[in-house]
């Protein structure tokens, strides 16, 4: 019985961290054409106008300038 329990606490656990850890991907447009899928929303540092975007595809962290977006939109997962 106490077995049961604590399986069935790991499993809500694990549950709970999977939905809390999802974010909507968003795919960024740039002025060259370039489109960029990104895994979580784009941060935005005001003091320097860049954006810091971590590229699913890639799995790594890019910055652009944010002048160089032209359009931004929410993907559905």
């Known amino acids: 019985m106490r077995n049961k329990l604590l399986m069935t606490s790991i499993f809500a656990a ?3 961290f999977t939905v809390a850890g999802c974010s909507s991907n ?6 060259d054409g370039k489109t960029i899928v990104t895994d979580g929303k784009p941060k935005v540092d005001d003091d320097t106008g860049m954006m810091s975007i971590e590229n699913a595809e890639t799995g790594q962290t890019e910055q652009i300038n944010r002048d160089q ?6 993907l559905k997962n």
Do not use: R
């Open 14 to 16: 694990a549950a709970l």
């Open 26 to 31: 968003q795919a960024v447009k740039t002025t």
């Open 69 to 74: 977006v032209k359009s931004m939109g929410e």
